[in-house]
């Protein structure tokens, strides 16, 4: 056994050299990856990483709902909205590095590499975000979960607290309406919690197929719903890595 561990010198630099090209192989992945979908605070040194993966994308639409006119809202495209509206929001905190796991419509990332991209970029905690769906249109809640109990409960209960009884205030004018009902912390065995390092939850902040909802998350401007929501998921994530 011990002759066999004996490698001659030629060997030695063969093997070292391998290791090196894997190493500079793999790091120029993590490169290449890194700056396309993080964006960085422009004030001081970067203390948090906030990974956030909005759900679905290309060929899956996640929930959908049908208006009258035909018109359909697609959950895969307003979580994606609700993403780029968190990162602008932490982004202009001090000390930010906000990642996206995908940063358009172009793709689907398999919940394994969702997980692979937020360990690549050393994330400190992992959001999520969804927008939940039902064939019964009155239906509306907020709900977060979690997918491995040791390092998503507590942030996942951290992150409702944030959302609701928020999420209830639908016009967002501090008043609660009585309209979104809460439904606590839930668990999701899902790869993408269960495969990442980090403190991890996947945010269902209200459904996208309540009729009420849908004619809110219509409105884009930054008094809207999709803002409420970027605005209750940053101030989460922000209390917890402030805590
Ligand atoms: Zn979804």
Same mark, same amino acid.
Request: net charge neutral.
């Given at each position: 056994?011990? !002759?066999?561990?004996?490698?001659? !010198? ?41 990974? $956030? ?15 009258? !006119? ?29 990642? $996206? ?33 039902? !064939? ?16 998503? $409960? ?38 993408? $919690? ?50």
């Amino acid at each position: 056994m011990k !002759s066999m561990l004996r490698f001659s !010198s030629a060997a030695k630099v063969a093997a070292l050299l391998s290791l090196l090209m894997l190493f500079a192989a793999t790091s120029s992945v993590a490169r290449a990856q890194a700056p396309s979908g993080c964006w960085d605070s422009s004030s001081g040194p970067i203390t948090k990483i906030v990974a $956030l993966d909005p759900g679905h994308g290309f060929n899956d639409s996640g929930a959908v709902y049908r208006f009258a !006119s035909g018109d359909e809202l697609l959950e895969k495209n307003v979580v994606l909205d609700i993403a780029y509206r968190t990162r602008d929001i932490l982004v202009n905190k001090v000390g930010y590095r906000v990642c $996206l796991t995908r940063m358009d419509d172009s793709t689907n990332p398999s919940n394994t590499e969702r997980a692979q991209y937020a360990n690549s970029v050393n994330a400190n905690v992992f959001v999520l975000i969804h927008l939940n769906g039902s !064939s019964d249109p009155m239906v509306n809640y907020t709900k977060t979960f979690w997918g491995k109990k040791s390092k998503d $409960l507590k942030f996942s209960e951290w992150m409702y607290s944030a959302l609701y009884p928020a999420m209830d205030d639908v016009d967002w004018d501090g008043v609660r309406d009585n309209e979104v009902s809460g439904n606590g912390v839930g668990q999701f065995a899902t790869g993408a $919690l269960l495969k990442s390092n980090m403190p991890g939850t996947l945010t269902e902040s209200v459904f996208l197929t309540n009729s009420r909802e849908a004619e809110r998350l219509l409105d884009t401007t930054t008094s809207g719903r999709r803002q409420q929501i970027a605005d209750v998921i940053a101030s989460g994530i922000d209390g917890w890595l402030n805590r």
